[in-house]
Structure formats: structure tokens, C-alpha cells
């Protein structure tokens, strides 16, 4: 065998190897990918709540006693936005320990708690401008209520034509205002420490500390330090009385504040407000509090080692169907990770983290080869 060809041998050989291992690399991920499309979906399926919509009887024509159901007495079958794309905007910010929203309404003893934490106004916003991007950074002082158990709120107002969430203020309009909570201290399960010691070495230098999986007698409030913030800013019409669990799951209460009922999160519908059909409501601007890219490594113990820590909460704006995508995978992660324990929690968040950490472009590839190994 000639010198050259005796070079190229082991060359071939070698790119060989390597477009074995590329190939074996991405068949991992695809296995990754398709494991969490599996848990995503069979959360979603068995584990969420059905609805509990009645559906109309329907009268057969000709029945003597038939009668047309009234469909002001059922949801909307669709809903459109209550606010038109181009409005102008303002959001308002406020952190606060009220249990019910009475930001501006609050007793004394609850304002003097409250007055060291973070409120400020992002102003001259355009509703359905994909460019507007907002941040806003602080340090937290901690109430000795949230540090002993208690909860903290984040109180956005989203207000048009100039409105104010302050019903003492004169520009007060609760006709023109939006008001949405996020809690900012998720009680979850307290992760246990266990210390490990080199026995061989007998020094304390050597002693390494190591989590093990959660307590379940131990729910404490914890704390993750970057909160974001998406309004869907497009004029979706969506089909109100067929939205999946995980878009259609809203928490309505009282508001002491604006005189109307808050809903956390989702699509909130205008109340008494339809068209002259009355199957077509009205909803509005939708805010959500993207948390799928929360790691549990990330959230922080609240007590009294932790009197204050950081907050970075970002603004931006999302699609309707990217705001459906993100809230159906959420929900699917929650609940796999609350029926399957602590274990299953930490092996879907390393398939958060290999989202994270992967190039968009395997991602993409790798759906395509999961597809593919599904039909």
C-alpha cells in the first residue's frame, strides 16, 4: 500500500468515528425531545381537569315543546380582543404583601410594611408592538411577614387613555384598567442537605454538601429572582368555549382597589359584554407570567438568612399561539411533576436545561427525526 493511501486510512477512519458519534448525539436528543413531548401530552390528557360546561340540549325541529337555548345563559363559543391593537398603554407595578389586592387601599400598618418594596410605571407602551421590550431591576428588602411564612404579590395594572389604578387619584376609570396578580413566593417543598465527609482524610475542608430530593413536610414559601411578563399582542379570536384547561384555568376574586374582579393570569372575559348575537364576548389583553424556563435549582428558601435578594422582571411581547404553547407545556410539567414526586421534577428540569442549552437548529432537526419515528 502506497504512503498516501497508508494517510488517508486513518483519516477516513477517523471522520467516520465522528459522524457516528454527531449521528448517536443527536439520536439522544431526539429521545430527549420525544420523552418530553410524551410526558407533555399525557400530563395534559389524564391529569388536568375536565370541564364542566354544560352543553345545550338541542330541540329537534318539529317538537312541539321545542324552544332555542338562550346563549346569553352559556359561555361565548368565541371571543374577541376588548382592546383595539394600537392603544396606547401604561403599566403599572406594584409589590405588595395584600392578601386581596388592596394595593391602594391597604391599611396603615400594611402600607409601612410595604413601603421599602419596589413599584414603578412603564409608560407610552403601543398594544401589538412586537419591538417594545421593557426591564426593571431592584433589590428586594423583605418584609418580616414574607420572611416568617407570609406571601408576596405583584400587582400589574394595565391601564389605557391615561387611566389610573389609584381610586383616589381623579384619572381613576376602572372601565380603562386591567388588573392581573402573580405570586412571587411559591411554597414548595423544602430540599433536604446531607453533608458527606472524606473518611479517608478525617478534615473538615473535605466535608461537601449535596440535595437531596424534596421534603414533602416541609412547604416553604421560595423565591425566584427573574419574573417575565408577556402580553399577547395579537388580535386573536379565540374559541372561548373549547380553550384547552391549561389557557382556560383562571382564579377570579374581589378587588378592593378597582371595584372588580382580578383574574390571574389567562383570558378574562369583559362580564355582561357581548355582540348583538350573544356568542361572541370580549377579552382582555392577556398577561402571562412565563415560568417554563424556571429551573427548581433556582428558587431560593425564604427565612431569616434571606432578608434581600435581587429581582429582574422583563416585559415583552408574545404571539397566541407561542402564549398557548408555553402555558400547555407549564401546566403538563407541573402536574407530571406533582403526581410523580420529587424525582420527576428533576428529570424534567434537565430536559428544560437541554432546551436551554441546545442550538434551535438541532431542536428543530430533532422534532422533525421524533416525528418521523412517531409516523
Not at 60 to 87: F, H, S, T
Not at 184 to 198: F, M, Q, S
Not at 311 to 320: D, E, G, H, L, T
Request: aromatic fraction near 10%.
Amino acid at each position: 500500500m502506497s504512503e498516501p493511501q497508508r494517510a488517508a486510512a486513518p483519516a477516513a477512519a477517523a471522520a467516520g468515528q465522528q459522524e457516528q458519534s454527531t449521528f448517536k448525539r443527536f439520536l439522544g436528543i431526539a429521545q430527549q425531545m420525544f420523552f418530553m413531548w410524551a410526558i407533555t401530552n399525557l400530563a395534559t390528557k389524564y391529569f388536568s381537569k375536565p370541564s364542566t360546561t354544560p352543553k345545550p340540549v338541542a330541540s329537534k325541529p318539529g317538537e312541539p315543546n321545542a324552544q332555542a337555548v338562550n346563549p346569553w345563559l352559556l359561555p361565548p363559543a368565541q371571543a374577541v380582543p376588548a382592546w383595539p391593537l394600537g392603544q396606547e398603554l401604561d403599566i403599572h407595578v406594584h409589590l405588595t404583601t395584600a392578601p386581596h389586592g388592596q394595593v391602594f387601599n391597604a391599611p396603615n400598618w400594611q402600607k409601612k410594611q410595604d413601603k421599602d418594596l419596589p413599584k414603578f410605571i412603564w409608560s407610552n407602551l403601543t398594544f401589538g408592538d412586537y419591538n417594545a421590550a421593557f426591564k426593571a431591576e431592584f433589590d428586594i428588602k423583605f418584609p418580616s411577614s414574607v420572611l416568617n411564612n407570609g406571601s408576596l404579590w405583584m400587582d400589574v395594572f394595565l391601564a389605557k387613555d391615561g387611566a389610573s389604578p389609584d381610586p383616589f387619584n381623579p384619572a381613576f376609570a376602572p372601565e380603562n384598567i386591567h388588573h392581573v396578580r402573580k405570586l412571587l413566593t411559591p411554597y414548595l417543598p423544602r430540599v433536604k442537605v446531607r453533608k458527606e465527609k472524606n473518611l479517608l482524610s478525617g478534615s473538615k475542608a473535605d466535608e461537601t454538601e449535596e440535595e437531596e430530593p424534596e421534603e414533602a413536610d416541609y412547604i416553604v414559601p421560595h423565591y425566584h429572582r427573574n419574573i417575565t411578563l408577556a402580553l399577547v399582542s395579537d388580535a386573536a379570536k379565540v374559541p372561548y368555549a373549547a380553550l384547552p384547561p391549561a389557557v382556560a384555568e383562571c382564579k377570579p376574586y374581589f378587588s378592593q382597589d378597582v371595584k372588580s374582579l382580578i383574574v390571574v393570569a389567562v383570558v378574562a372575559l369583559l362580564p355582561d359584554k357581548r355582540d348583538e348575537t350573544g356568542t361572541q364576548g370580549f377579552y382582555m389583553p392577556i398577561v402571562f407570567p412565563n415560568e417554563f424556563w424556571h429551573l427548581r435549582e433556582h428558587y431560593v428558601e425564604l427565612n431569616s438568612t434571606t432578608p434581600s435578594l435581587p429581582i429582574q422582571i422583563v416585559f415583552q411581547p408574545m404571539s397566541y399561539i407561542k402564549f398557548q404553547m408555553f402555558a400547555a407545556m407549564t401546566s403538563g410539567f407541573k402536574e407530571a411533576a406533582k403526581q410523580q414526586g420529587g424525582s420527576a421534577g428533576a428529570e424534567l428540569d434537565e430536559l428544560k436545561r437541554m432546551l436551554i442549552e441546545t442550538n434551535p437548529w438541532f431542536l428543530a432537526l430533532t422534532g422533525l427525526v421524533s416525528l418521523l419515528h412517531v409516523l
